[in-house]
């Protein structure tokens, strides 16, 4: 990906496909460093995308971004388990737990190495690959707009599951128990938080992407009785008008994570309405 990124931006600038391809590299990059900068540093950030191969005029509709210790198919060494071998079955060059929509997945053929002796049996193989933090996907508009953007690996993903592990061993917890141990595990933004996520929504971040920002609303769906939304609840929604030039405002649906305060999704839902003004 290195590659092809210094390729598109030596390419002539009357190539206008490959701008824009590169055009929604640079994007992904300074949205994800303008909304979790403490990720920066000495982390790496990797990209996988594609584009039909026969098309000349192909641009850029889809791509995941990765932020890690080292690109995310880089394979570090192996882990062998009780026997110390390398894996038998061969390496997939997209591990199946990512890729685009609609991917097809992993072979079902392959099965997992053959072990020698009851000694290796439940001793994992496999390559090692260096640590990801946070992953997200893009999908832009025929004309390169942003049109949503989700996260695939949350960042406080064991907090999330220790959390709901917990609340769900214990049904008899009321409500206001739960919203306890939520601020007990660590959570920043409890239902009780809503100015503290308010006062901290990074407006400033996301206006060089989506234009001024006027948010209409802030609310979260209730806990419900059989709380099988308990891992992510509340995941804070919030909806929000931005302007970028002209007299037209597209509609977004925002959605932010309890633990972090973390913009986990962002949704196009009305593009391109008349302002108020030209109303």
Known sequence: ???????????????????????????????????????????????????????DDATISWLEVSIGEGPKDTILGYAGGCINQPPTAPLQSLPPEFGPPGSPSAPSNISPPATTNDKTKGCPNGPIRPKQFLAGSFWFSADGRLTTYAVDKA?????????????LSHPEMTDSQVTAALKNAGAKYGPLDESDLIQNLPIAALEPFLGKIQVLSVDFQPLLKNRNNVATWPE????????????????????????????????????????????
């Open 1 to 55: 990906m290195a590659a092809l990124f210094l390729a598109l931006a030596n390419f002539p600038a009357e190539t206008q496909n490959s701008v824009a391809a590169k055009d929604r590299i640079i994007l992904a990059h300074k949205f994800m460093c303008a909304l979790y900068p403490d990720l920066r540093g000495s982390r790496t950030l990797t990209v996988d995308t594609y584009l039909p191969y026969a098309q």
């Open 155 to 167: 960042r406080d993903l064991e907090k999330m599951n220790a959390f709901a592990g917990m609340v």
């Open 236 to 279: 804070w929604r919030v909806t929000a008008k931005a302007r970028q030039g002209g007299a037209t405002e597209d509609t977004y649906e925002l959605r932010f994570d309890q633990f972090r305060g973390d913009l986990i999704s962002l949704r196009l839902i009305a593009p391109r309405q008349p302002t108020q003004m030209e109303r």
